[in-house]
C-alpha cells in the first residue's frame, strides 16, 4: 500500500508564499504520476496540478497558473508544490495524490493513492 503524507500547510497572509510538500512511501516512485488538489468548505475537491514521473509533463489549473510550481524529487521520493502570490481564494484543504502510471491526469478519478490534505488558509 502506498501512502502519501502532505505537509507544510498553515496561514498565511494574501501575497505571500507557502511550499507543500508530499511525502511517498514507494521506492518506484518516478512510475507514479502526481497531483495536487484542494477542497475548499462546501466545494467539490478540484485540481490545482499534476506532474509526470520524469517531470517532463505538468499541468496547472487556470486558477493558480503563473503562482505555482510543482517540482518533485524522485530520489526523496518527495513532490512539492511552491505557491506565490497567495489569494483569500486559494483557502483549502490541499492533497497529494499518486497514480500508477507515469502519465499525469487532470481528473481526480484516475488516482489512485491520497494524502490525508493539509490545511492552507489565506488571510485578506
Known amino acids: 500500500q502506498v501512502q502519501l503524507e502532505e505537509s507544510g500547510g498553515g496561514l498565511v497572509q494574501a501575497g505571500g508564499s507557502l511550499r507543500l510538500s508530499c511525502a511517498v512511501s514507494?521506492?518506484?516512485?518516478?512510475?507514479?504520476?502526481m497531483g495536487w488538489f484542494r477542497q475548499a468548505p462546501g466545494k467539490e475537491r478540484e485540481f490545482v496540478a499534476c506532474?509526470?514521473?520524469?517531470?517532463?509533463?505538468?499541468y496547472y489549473a487556470d486558477s493558480v497558473k503563473g503562482r505555482i510550481t510543482i517540482p518533485r524529487d524522485n530520489v526523496k521520493n518527495t513532490m512539492y508544490v511552491q505557491m506565490n502570490s497567495l489569494k483569500p481564494e486559494d483557502t483549502a484543504v490541499y492533497y497529494c495524490?499518486?497514480?500508477?502510471?507515469?502519465?499525469?491526469?487532470?481528473?481526480?478519478?484516475?488516482?489512485?493513492?491520497w494524502g490525508q490534505g493539509t490545511q492552507v488558509t489565506v488571510s485578506s
Open positions: 514507494e521506492r518506484s516512485f518516478s512510475n507514479y504520476a
Open positions: 495524490a499518486a497514480r500508477r502510471s507515469t502519465m499525469p491526469s487532470t481528473s481526480r478519478a484516475q488516482y489512485d493513492y
Open positions: 506532474i509526470s514521473g520524469s517531470s517532463t509533463i505538468k
